[in-house]
């Protein structure tokens, strides 16, 4: 078995919505989202990785793993397994969306793949 960790989102502060694209060889992902430091007025940050066309980089389906939002500090571990469903070779969509008034979220996002 391989296990390979890939850091999608780097520990620094987001003000507005953002994406990020990752290509992954594995069966089984793990998320880790990291909340460090969370400002603004109802602040709320939602994240989500998608599967999507390699060529045409088109959302294929629906979400891999969708994380509950976040509204403060917190760590929340999501994981996709499905032995029908290779992610092999895959490139991932990671969306954070992030709403309120003056919205200001530090996080880290961490990939664990496993092939």
């Known amino acids: 078995m391989t296990v390979v960790e890939i850091i999608a989102h780097p ?3 987001e003000t507005i919505t953002g994406n990020k694209f990752v290509s992954v060889f594995a069966n089984a992902l793990k ?31 629906t979400p891999v793993i969708t994380h509950t939002a976040a509204t403060g500090v917190t760590i929340e571990e999501k994981d996709f397994f499905d032995a029908t469903a290779r992610l092999l070779g895959t490139v991932l969509l990671i969306t ?6 003056t919205p200001s979220f530090t996080f880290n996002l961490t990939l664990i793949a496993k092939d």
């Open 96 to 101: 954070w969306t992030i709403t309120g008034t």
């Open 11 to 13: 520990l620094q502060a």
């Open 31 to 61: 998320s880790i989202l990291n909340v460090t430091v969370v400002s603004g007025t109802t602040p709320s940050m939602t994240v989500k990785i998608e599967q999507v066309d390699p060529v045409s980089l088109t959302v294929i389906g």
